[in-house]
Nanobody, 123 residues
Framework: QVQLVESGGGLVQAGGSLRLSCAAS????????MGWFRQAPGKDREFVAAMTRGPGVDTYYSGSVKGRFTISRDNAKNTLYLQMNSLKPEDTAVYYC???????????????WGQGTQVTVSS
């Protein structure tokens, strides 16, 4: 079992940057595919980015964040990251990290979730 704790959210102006972190407990972090999702008020949780567990790590992004966001992981630190640049007001949401045995863009692909961290982008 994996426990996930996100941090790094906050309030930022449009065009600014934030880096989210997701600290994972447990000795098997490197065996999980990892993803970031977000949920804005009144909307469904949506896929943001994901990466395979390796070897030969692959990354995937939603069209709305590709080129602006970068997902990465440090298996030695049991930590997942999401670097967010050129932020827009429409990026405002609660951001969740997730761990699963299979990579995918659906919430159903992931078994473990963090509690979320709020990101607010002002115009």
């Amino acid at each position: 079992q994996v426990q996930l704790v996100e941090s790094g959210g906050g309030l930022v102006q449009a065009g600014g940057s934030l880096r989210l972190s997701c600290a994972a407990s447990g000795p098997t972090f490197e065996t999980y595919a990892m993803g970031w999702f977000r949920q804005a008020p009144g909307k469904d949780r949506e896929f943001v980015a994901a990466m395979t567990r390796g070897p030969g790590v692959d990354t995937y992004y939603s069209g709305s964040v590709k080129g602006r966001f970068t997902i990465s992981r440090d298996n030695a630190k049991n930590t997942l990251y999401l670097q967010m640049n050129s932020l827009k007001p429409e990026d405002t949401a609660v951001y969740y990290c997730a761990a699963g045995r299979s990579l995918g863009t659906s919430t159903h692909n992931y078994d473990y979730w963090g509690q979320g961290t709020q990101v607010t982008v002002s115009s």
